[in-house]
């Protein structure tokens, strides 16, 4: 089955303690990409990558880190989180680009207390 | 002004109604257009991509105007699992990043 796959789905942690979040497509798709989604202001892009060892900042990049070391994994890091960054994550692939349809994960849920 | 506007609703609307939303885009470069459906807490899923001569799915209607620069989606027909939010995305016009309309709720009563 075509899945983006994200662990954890929901996790509690406290500010300042590195946690990364897993995104992995089955799809053999190039582009992949990090949403956060907070309440009234929509899904913003974090990072995105178009390819292996490409990636690029997305509309709210500060904060966090991700790496393209494989096609189809594409993990977020949050070095040293904080109460601002408690959202609902989305990774999502596509075939190549941004200009076509996105597949998206399960969601994160992610409280920094 | 946002790149990409959606009036958030919500649309209240009895079963068996047609509904219809709109979406904003300013830029006029964009070339790829797109309706997804986000239930509550849930990933958005792709509705339906939306072609320059408009295009149907069912019961959903997908419509873009390139001269005002919008896109719309009509439901006729509303179901009671139509309840959700419609985000419409708008991609390219030099970016590769996409860019999310914040939504529209739809809540479809019996």
């Known amino acids: 089955e075509a899945q983006v796959t994200q662990n954890p789905r929901y996790l509690i942690t406290v500010t300042g303690k590195k946690l990364t979040v897993t995104c992995s497509q089955n799809m053999n798709h190039e582009y992949m990409s990090w949403y956060r989604q907070d309440p009234g202001l929509g899904l913003r892009q974090i990072y995105y990558?178009?390819?292996?060892?490409?990636?690029d900042k997305g509309d709210v990049p500060e904060g966090y880190k991700v790496s393209r070391k494989e096609k189809r994994n594409f993990p977020l890091i949050l070095e040293s989180p904080s109460p601002n960054q408690t959202s609902l994550y989305f990774c999502?692939?596509?075939?190549?680009?941004?200009?076509?349809?996105?597949?998206f994960g399960d969601g994160t849920r992610l409280s920094i207390l | 002004r946002k790149e990409v506007e959606q009036d958030p609703g919500p649309f209240n609307v009895p079963e068996g109604a047609t509904v219809a939303f709109n979406c904003t885009y300013s830029n006029s470069a964009s070339q790829s257009f797109f309706w997804y459906r986000q239930d509550c807490r849930k990933e958005p899923k792709l509705l339906m991509s939306v072609y320059s001569s408009g295009n149907e799915d069912g019961r959903f209607t997908a419509q873009l105007n390139r001269a005002s620069q919008y896109i719309s989606l009509l439901i006729r027909d509303s179901k009671l699992s139509d309840s959700a939010t419609y985000l419409c995305?708008?991609?390219?016009?030099?970016?590769?990043?996409?860019?999310f309309g914040r939504g529209t709720s739809l809540i479809v009563h019996p």
């Open positions: 990558s178009m390819n292996v060892e490409v990636t």
């Open positions: 999502a692939s596509s075939l190549t680009g941004g200009l076509q349809p996105q597949h």
């Open positions: 995305v708008v991609n390219g016009g030099g970016s590769y990043i996409p860019t």
